[in-house]
């Protein structure tokens, strides 16, 4: 009897710890993000490596010449999630989307970057990292269903 209870808490750890390392989606409607090539783009003067994304869901993960981006939060009506037990997506011109990026560069710091975009506005959108080698960011271009994820080249 010790034996199978031991062998039961032991798959039982094991469970747990595959969780934390696969986190689990929590929009089980979302679609999966998908995102363009690598290309080179200028932004305020400076040269960036920048990739269109489409995030659709938390724990979504892009890495970028090096720097990879995780999606912390996510909040965007229009991509089709779980209400009353239906999947629905809600589209309209005036509406929000919120998202969180964490942003881990090769010397291992990292910053939450946040973002409000979408929602009819008619000017871009932007947040830049405080780490200047290489600086991060996240840029929305109005009309745009994407984000632009920029790497600075220097």
């Known amino acids: 009897m010790i034996v199978a209870i ?3 808490g032991l798959v039982a750890y094991a469970y747990s710890l595959a969780l934390q390392n696969n986190p689990a989606s929590s929009n089980p409607c979302a679609p999966p993000s998908t995102s363009s090539n690598t290309y080179g783009a200028n932004f305020q003067g400076t040269e960036y490596w ?3 994304v489409t995030f659709t869901d938390v724990n979504q993960q892009i890495t970028l010449v090096g720097v990879q981006f995780v999606t912390a939060s996510f909040s965007d009506p229009s991509v089709s999630h779980l209400e009353n037990g239906q999947c629905v997506s809600i589209n309209g011109p005036t509406i929000q989307a919120s998202i969180s990026v964490k942003i881990t560069f090769n010397s291992g710091s990292s910053e939450i970057l946040s973002l409000t975009y979408k929602g009819g506005s008619q000017s871009e959108q932007y947040i830049l990292s405080t780490h200047l080698s290489p600086r991060a960011g996240l840029l929305w271009q109005a009309g745009k269903s994407y984000l ?7």
């Open 6 to 8: 031991s062998a039961v």
């Open 148 to 154: 632009i994820l920029l790497v600075s080249k220097s």
């Open 50 to 52: 920048a990739q269109n």
